[in-house]
């Protein structure tokens, strides 16, 4: 029998108590970029709640009600480096990509910068508009190619008639991660507005939205921040943000007047509340966003840049590793350049084939560009990466069943 067939031990040596993510124990769990694992306790807390409110109804709903949307404001704060009023709560990234778009909404004659390769996420917005309004969409074309994705890709595609360059912080696919700052000051020496979609980094590395001066910055909070789908973070630059006027209203869109009106609205008009707030229109999962605010607290423990450091090395690990078993890595190698995806082709299988065969070894990743897309966190360790590459060299080399 080979070492490939041999099952993970059952203790963990990465940032946190390996008894904290017990599905580390009976996998190789390398796919925080699809979904990342909840800690434990988060996750107790979260029942805790949930059945509180199925017991209690409303007398434990309004108990917590306020608190979780401030908590979890507040640790995003944290996280993106940023004033908590700046933060809203969105229930995905999409939703408040739409919500920004439909409000730059770019006419025939304007034209939007995005990435073939990229997550639909901040593509499919403008797409939309687009088919009404006549708006161009403009693709850096890398498919056949990722490594050759550069900032002057996307330069050369940008005029005095760009609205928005729009993309991910770090791309799905190849992992490429961009220098913010870099791509604000090329969205704004045109007028432009830089949209940008974090899911991939929100969590994994350290975030500075003033200091980059991005005018739109979202993440969904089920990846690397350790949280559940239904909910993301959204900063949008305050200046900003006061003249949006939002595609979407409900209930939250204006002041409570429970006092002096019988219905407990003023439906009679809508007087949005301040800044990015105005983005949070009606009632959302109350359980993702408290399962959120306690796993910010608990990335914000360790925090962002001991992760970054940790999930770094891993990648190094990862990506020497997988070069010296003839694979084409296809994220860059410079730290700079990527955060926590590896994405590697392999000589006679297609990503798909790859990673259903790992899975079958206890190796947990996701096919993408035709290869397989590693994605280690911090209850990861370099005993998984020797795991997942051991697995990959017997898989290459026939002597695994």
């Known amino acids: 029998m080979t070492r490939a067939h041999s099952q993970p031990p059952a203790s963990r040596a990465g940032l946190c108590p390996s008894e904290h993510f017990p599905g580390v124990t009976s996998t190789t ?17 979260t029942a805790d709640y949930v059945m509180d409110l199925a017991v209690r109804g409303t007398v434990a709903y309004f108990e917590t009600v306020e608190k979780l949307g401030e908590r979890s404001k507040l640790e995003g704060s944290k996280l993106f480096g940023c004033d908590p009023q700046n933060i809203a709560l969105t229930d995905s990234t999409a939703e408040a990509i739409c919500q920004f778009a439909w409000w730059v909404a770019p006419k025939r004659g304007q034209n939007v910068v995005v990435i073939d390769i990229d997550h639909p996420s901040p593509i499919y917005p403008w797409l939309r508009i687009a088919a009404d309004t006549g708006a161009e969409i403009r693709y850096v074309r890398v498919e056949q190619e990722p490594q050759s994705l550069t900032p002057e890709r996307l330069a050369a595609l940008t005029d005095r008639n760009t609205v928005a360059i729009s993309v991910s912080h770090v791309l799905w696919t190849s992992g490429y991660r961009f220098d913010l700052r870099a791509l604000a000051d090329l969205a704004h020496s045109v007028g432009a507005y830089l949209v940008v979609d ?5 969590g994994v590395i350290p975030l500075d939205v003033v200091a980059m001066n991005v005018d739109f910055l979202a993440a969904s909070a089920f990846k690397w921040m350790l949280s559940h789908s239904g909910v993301a973070l959204c900063y ?15 209930n939250n869109s204006t002041g409570r007047t429970l006092s002096s009106r019988p219905a407990g609205y003023d439906t009679s008009r809508i007087v949005y509340p301040d800044g990015v707030a105005r983005l949070q229109y009606a009632s959302s999962c109350h359980v993702a966003r408290h399962t959120l605010g306690g796993a910010l607290e608990y990335l914000n423990r360790i925090g962002i840049g001991n992760i970054e450091r940790h999930v770094l090395k891993l990648c190094k690990q990862l990506g020497e590793g997988l070069s010296r ?12 350049a990527r955060a926590g995806i590896v994405t590697a082709r392999f000589p006679n299988w297609t990503g798909e084939d790859l990673s259903e065969r790992l899975a079958q070894h206890q190796v947990v990743t996701l096919p993408r560009l035709n290869g397989v897309r590693f994605a280690p966190h911090l209850y990861n360790d370099s005993e ?12 290459a080399s026939g002597s695994a069943s």
């Open 384 to 395: 998984d990466i020797a795991r997942a590459l051991e697995v990959v060299e017997a898989l």
């Open 325 to 336: 078993l003839g694979a084409e890595v296809l994220t860059p190698e410079p730290d700079q």
């Open 29 to 45: 769990y390398l796919n925080a970029a699809g979904i990342g694992l909840t800690p434990l306790p988060v996750a107790q807390s």
């Open 198 to 202: 974090a899911t991939q980094s929100a």
């Open 236 to 250: 949008i630059r305050p200046q900003i943000a006061e003249r949006m006027r939002p595609l979407l209203v409900g």
